[in-house]
């Protein structure tokens, strides 16, 4: 089981100089990894300075990594598959998700900790939309429902999809110091 695409409308102005919806239909930035089947991040905007200008072209496209530009910000709606039995696979598929796209975050576990443990230098704002992840720290976890939301502040975290079925969760990252 699947979830479905994410739809992204963007609004601008039309050339009467009113408001208008300027783009409506699939997520350009769609990324996978061919061994951790189910995993999909859906990169929708980003910007590159703060203030962030409003007017600036969609550059979500280019975006590489997790973190976003310096001053910058990325949203990004990540699905979760459920996490496999076999802790060996379970790593497998943390090494190469991290490998292939996240190479910009401090993917380290230490012995013991969740192999998806890692920390990267932003403020996430994480909204819960759908099913439920575990959210894992270094001293403690909590499971996160729809409808929840989690502060993460560049701590080492992790996280788990214990539930058997698909989870869902945006992030909006906010570049930090």
């Known amino acids: 089981m699947t979830l479905p695409p ?13 408001s208008a919806f300027i783009e409506d239909g699939p997520a350009p930035a769609v990324r996978m990894v061919p061994q951790r089947p189910g995993y999909r991040v859906t990169n929708l905007w980003c910007t590159g300075a703060a ?4 007017d600036a072209a969609d550059a979500i496209a280019g975006h590489q ?14 699905d979760f598959p459920p996490e496999p039995q076999d802790p060996q696979a379970l790593e497998h598929m943390l090494q190469a998700t991290f490998a292939s796209m996240y190479r910009d975050a401090r993917h380290a576990p230490r012995t013991g900790e969740h192999p998806g443990m890692h920390c990267t230098r932003t403020v996430d704002y994480a909204l819960m939309l759908e099913g439920e992840l575990l959210a894992i720290m270094e001293s403690s976890q909590t499971t996160l429902r729809a409808g929840d939301v989690l502060i993460q502040r ?24």
């Not at 963007?10 to 100089?17: A, C, H, R």
């Not at 203030?51 to 409003?54: F, H, K, L, R, S």
């Open 51 to 54: 203030p962030a200008p409003v």
């Open 154 to 177: 560049g701590t080492r975290h992790a996280w788990a999809n214990r539930s058997g079925r698909p989870a869902r969760i945006a992030f909006v990252l906010v570049d930090g110091l």
């Open 65 to 78: 990594g997790v973190a976003p530009a310096k001053g910058g910000t990325v949203l990004r709606i990540i």
């Open 6 to 18: 994410i739809r992204r409308v963007v609004t601008g102005i039309n050339p009467q100089g009113e």
